[in-house]
């Protein structure tokens, strides 16, 4: 009886010291959990999940990262962080985004954590700025993108055409392809009625010139002046009286993006307007065909013609939400990111530079071999032209919501004839100055 | 305490989750949009008392106006088009006994179907590359050769067609089940009176179902406010505003331009018109209408 009662209590004994060794180690173990809320995107999705979040968290032993991919981010997390919850890393659609959080409070200020991480030095000056609100860095650029030219390379050659400079050579090459039975261009909004802004915002630049669109962001210029009309024009006479679009105004309304790219790939057009985004999906396109791609900055539209910019355009950006209970472990999460040029370039590669092209200071050197030539030559020209000042601005990324809705909303109104072009910059122009008056326009790094 | 009470609060008891549920879900966000179409909120800071300054605005805009047009059309259209085509083919139904549920069945399926199944049927038909339009052209027969979705002048009906084709069945189950419930003896004394399936139709079926069919059109002009979701999948309420409805209109106020105090105003004025709705039917129910 004896013997029983010392051995249960040695039982109890070590198994009260395994539960206390279990609990101790628990405590002592324990990382600070951070929560990002993702887009979400089945083919992104499991290379964020190993290149990232597994990658960080291998690194380190203070911090767990968790990625959430969400269907529709946006408006999800829009209802979290109003009812003062949602991650502790905030990822938005663009600066609008932003500003709109930002003036809610429901953001935490990343200045402290960029002057003590080295940020403004790391990344591409123009992305910096984008993200300073009332003094203060607010949003990190998660990935960059330009309006480009895509052409059918193998085309051009064999018809001995070349890309534009200016507007005579454009509408010279227009008539010839459209004489050889081709769409100028394949391009859809089926589904995405913003589609339309990408070509305000590129004819709006190469038409006007990009100074004259920075005057006119920071107000030094009237949105109704007569360049920005003849701009708004000159896209008009392409789309709808030439067809320049997959053949017919109509055609662009009803094609989407499978369509488009087929069409691309097939011939029936030969040239494409489109972002970077497309990279993947046109390599993807001309995969198992004899043809080839190529791309060219979108040229200078005027008579004269001139060097062509790139439009400037954050895809998504990160920042840390208010109520964040571990802001210092959130700013550790993105300054890993940015510290890691081989991790995100690698990322990036996956995505075919389509996404998580984070705007850090790139030079030749910095990418592998396995970058596809194309790409890596997007990459250096745009660091290169963009750092001598030849840069434009996108809709999505400088101009505010109410502006910014009106571009793509009512330029078919104008496409339907409804109204002139000079009217409806004029209403351009009106919604401008409702968003000074309100104070909610977007920052403009000084040019 | 009596049968009756007891059986009352029994009643109530068993109502009341799904009454938490509509209170909490429904009602209070709806009272709270009230309270917001008197403000300037964006959605995500600061709300802003503005008065009635929502609702001037409101009546200087234009899209506003053609929205609701547009609304008035497609009540139009859903009062008549729909209702014509499940009357007749329910009335017809009630003739068949072999195969009558196949026929049901076909009639009800678009109704089971979501909405985006529904609409990417459509898009595809009247696609410009892949759709009938190409077949027909390729043998001759120049129609569909643009997307109707994609053209200004038909867009709004267009998707009015595409609503309808979902819709109709759902009037057709409602219409025959009625029908089933009018005495047979008097389609026998008609019979002997010599009157014809029309007649029969006209003085015997259609009066029988009035309540249902007052019914139907009650719920027709009350869903007809709200329609979204195929216009915003086909058209997104373009091209051009032509197919803008008061919803499209709400939505894009609210999530692209960051105007919900202005969208909530909207979203009042359509609650105010649905309550008149209703509270017309009430008074006709009380005047002796049997709704």
Redesign the interface.
């Known amino acids: 009886m004896k013997k029983i009662r010392s051995l249960f209590f040695k039982s109890g004994h070590i198994l009260l010291s395994f539960i206390f060794l279990l609990c101790f180690s628990v405590v002592v173990t324990a990382k600070t959990k951070i929560v990002w809320w993702a887009e979400t995107n089945a083919d992104r999705d499991p290379v964020f999940q190993a290149k990232l979040v597994d990658v960080f968290n291998q690194s380190q032993n203070q911090i767990e990262l968790v990625m959430e991919f969400k269907e529709g981010l946006n ?1 999800i997390l ?1 209802t979290a ?2 009812a003062g919850e949602g991650p502790d890393i905030v990822e938005t659609p663009g600066p609008s985004y932003v500003k ?2 930002q ?4 953001l935490k200020s990343m200045q402290q954590y960029s002057e003590k991480y080295g940020w403004k030095e790391l990344l591409l000056p123009w992305s910096y700025s984008a993200g300073v609100f009332d003094g203060e860095f607010y949003s990190a650029p998660k990935t960059y993108e330009t309006m480009i030219l895509l052409y059918n390379k193998t085309l051009f050659e064999e018809n001995g055409w070349r890309v534009p400079t200016n507007l005579s050579e454009f509408e010279a090459l227009a008539a010839k392809i459209k004489a050889k039975g081709m769409h100028v261009f394949s391009y859809g909004s ?2 995405w ?1 913003p589609t339309h802004e990408h070509l305000a915002g590129m004819y709006l630049n190469s038409v006007a010139n990009p100074d004259n669109v920075y005057k006119a962001l920071i107000g030094e210029k009237s949105w109704d002046s007569p360049e920005f009309v003849e701009a708004v024009e000159l896209l008009r006479k392409h789309m709808v009286d030439e067809g320049y679009w997959s053949g ?8 989407g993006w499978d ?1 488009f790219h087929a ?1 691309f790939a097939k011939r029936g057009a030969a040239m494409m307007t489109i972002g970077t985004w497309t990279f993947q999906a046109t390599e993807n396109a001309f995969k198992d065909i004899s043809d080839d791609w190529e791309w060219a900055p979108f040229p200078n539209l005027t008579m004269e013609g001139g060097n062509p910019s790139f439009l400037l355009a954050l895809g998504t950006t990160l920042s840390i939400n208010g109520q964040s209970k571990h802001p210092e472990e959130a700013a550790k999460v993105i300054d890993f990111i940015f510290k890691n040029k081989a991790l995100v370039l690698d990322m990036a590669n996956d995505f075919n530079f389509g996404e998580f092209v984070i705007p850090l200071k790139y030079t030749n050197s910095d990418f592998g071999a396995n970058v596809n030539s194309k790409v890596r030559r997007y990459l250096i020209e745009f660091a290169q032209a963009t750092g001598k000042g030849n840069y434009g601005y996108t809709t999505w990324t400088f101009w505010p ?2 502006p910014g ?1 009106h571009i793509w ?1 009512d330029m ?2 104008l ?2 004839g ?1 109204i002139t072009a000079k009217e409806y910059m004029e209403d351009h122009e009106k919604l401008w100055k409702k968003a000074r008056r309100k104070k909610a326009t977007l920052p403009v790094g000084k040019r | 305490m009596n049968i009756v009470s007891n059986k009352n609060s029994v009643a109530w008891f068993f109502i009341l989750p799904a009454f938490l549920i509509h209170l909490v879900v429904v009602a209070t966000p709806s009272i709270l949009s009230l309270a917001l179409c008197l403000t300037d909120w ?5 709300i802003n008392f503005i008065g009635f300054e929502n609702f001037n605005e409101l009546f200087d805009d234009r899209v506003f106006k053609k929205a609701i047009v547009h609304n008035i059309i497609w009540t139009v259209i859903f009062l008549t088009i729909p209702i014509a085509l499940s009357l007749t083919c329910a009335y017809l139904l009630t003739g068949i006994r072999r195969g009558q549920l196949i026929f049901r069945l076909v009639f009800f399926f678009p109704y089971m179907l979501a909405s985006i199944i529904s609409c990417q049927i459509w ?1 595809y038909i ?4 892949h759709g009938i339009g190409v077949w027909l052209s390729n043998n001759g027969i120049e129609l569909f050769e ?2 109707p ?4 002048d038909i867009s709004l009906y267009a998707v009015a067609l595409v609503d309808g084709w979902h819709f109709w069945g759902f009037l057709v189950v409602i219409y025959i089940t009625g029908m089933y419930q009018v005495d047979h003896s008097m389609y026998e004394a008609a019979d002997l009176e010599g009157a014809t399936k029309f007649q029969k139709f006209r003085f015997i079926t259609l009066p029988m179902i009035r309540p249902i069919f007052i019914f139907t059109l009650m719920i027709i002009i009350i869903w007809s406010i709200p329609t979204f979701d195929y216009i915003y ?1 086909l058209t ?1 309420g ?5 197919s803008e409805v008061l919803a499209t209109h709400l939505y ?1 106020q609210a ?5 919900v105090g202005y969208s909530s105003a909207i979203g009042t004025l359509m609650f105010f018109y649905v309550l008149i709705i209703v509270s017309i039917f009430g008074l006709l129910q009380k005047i002796g209408w049997e709704i």
């Open positions: 408006d829009r962080m109003v709109e959080y003036d809610a409070g429901l089926t589904g009625q017919s105004l109509e055609n662009y309304y009803a094609l369509d069409q919501a109410e809705v909303k078919e109104v496409w339907a409804d | 964006n959605g995500f800071g600061k898009k009247f696609h410009p590359l643009k997307s979705f994609a053209v200004k999948i997104q373009g091209p051009a505003y032509s894009s999530f692209d331009r960051f105007n």
